[in-house]
């Protein structure tokens, strides 16, 4: 096949709806939604929170784990089966859990959760959406982040009708059947591995090329730019965007502790169940613009500014959240601009490695990144409980998440300009 104009392939956007296949089903449609289950297999079985829940601590140890080699796979071997593969097991292993009977089965759900995961929760997205686009990468990371969160908020209510209407069974078997069909089905007909195995160019290369020429953008990066992996291990820059990824995590992991905040609140009385559901829905609304919004930054203006954006929106939510005390808008306040910090987690690291390290070797350098991200995604519930039942109340995670937010902005300022001082080293 010939190569297409210099403004690059229109076949980029089938590439970013399969994306939304293999990224955005599973998690909007599936995986967000594991709470939902909880009590109704509890009732059902007698088992202990605990047995019920365990497979969500093992999920982000196992996909710890297999991050790097799902890097090296997605380097070596074509995507396209690579990530129907991962649809699969994903797709599969959820809808069997309909028929699981006992925790150990549970257990082992978690495992096959967490292999799959590693290759659709954090890396597969921004790989092949820098392999594809040219130019405005971030903002489409962020347009199919935007997926989850609207799935999330469509189907949240829909799925607890269903539970209660079908049981969670019958809901896990429509649930699991859906995510297979779209997401496998989705993947294996629409994603391929490059532009340059097709004979055409990334979407954007005409005007990604004119820019750079005209210094009108100095964050595009080209298919061949960067460093590899090793070089990158040897900076510091690398660790401290791991760092940074892991403090994203630890903090958007207030989102689900944002209901029960509420609800012990004294000072909100009996209305604070509902205040408290009315603060995640904000939250997830508030992510929508900013998954959006942070993604247009770091095409514009740089994944420095993104973060640094997404910090100081994070660091003011948690300190009004902190202050609102019986203020129910102030309350709202505060959920919204965490919201706008906690839509970064899946933005602005993925960015900040691009730039700062380059497209060259990006799936395995960003491996390294993601695997930060699945340690301390394990950490995050324990770190919010033994805060609560050591101090009584929320007041002290939000001084950590203030603190967090703080180091994510200092961050934010340095890593991009280190990681490219050692790509221009290594050029």
Known sequence: MGTTNAKGSNYAWAVAIACVCFYAVPLGLMANHAGLFLTPVINE????????????????????????????????YNPRIVMTIAA?????????????????????????????????????????VNRWFAKNNGTIIGVIGVFVSLLGAIMSPIIGGWIAEWGWQQTRIVLG??????????????????????????????????????????????????CMQKDAMKSPALWM?????????LSASFNQQAARYAAVNPLFGENGAAIGAMAVSVIMYASI?????????????????????????????????????????MFYVGAALFGLGYSALNIVPPMACRQAFGQKDYANIYSIVATGLNVLSGFAALMYATLF??????QAAMVVMIVFYALVILMSMVIVPMGRKLWAKNA
């Open 389 to 394: 039942d050591l101090t009584g109340g929320y």
């Open 45 to 76: 079985f007698g088992w202990s929170q605990t047995e019920a829940s365990l497979y969500m601590s093992i999920q982000p140890w196992v996909a710890a784990v297999c991050t790097p080699f799902a890097g090296k796979l997605l380097s070596k």
């Open 241 to 249: 965007l791991v760092l940074m990824a892991g403090l994203f995590v």
């Open 289 to 329: 613009v900013g998954k959006f919004g942070l993604g247009w930054i770091a095409d514009h203006f740089g994944a420095r500014i993104s973060g640094i954006t997404a910090g100081v929106c994070g660091l003011a939510g948690a300190a009004v959240i902190m202050f609102s005390g019986g203020s129910v808008m």
């Open 177 to 226: 059947i859906a995510v297979t069909i779209i997401s496998a089905g989705g993947t294996l007909l629409l994603l391929r591995e490059s532009p340059e195995k097709m004979g055409v160019l990334p979407w954007g290369y005409g005007e990604a090329t004119e820019a750079k020429q005209t210094a009108a953008s100095k964050w595009e990066v080209g298919p061949d730019e960067g």
């Open 88 to 128: 699969l097991v994903f797709g599969l292993s959820s809808l069997a859990c309909a028929w699981f009977t006992s925790p150990i089965q549970w257990h082992i759900y978690g495992v096959l959760y967490g292999a799959s995961a590693a290759f659709w929760m954090y890396i597969a997205t921004p790989t092949m």
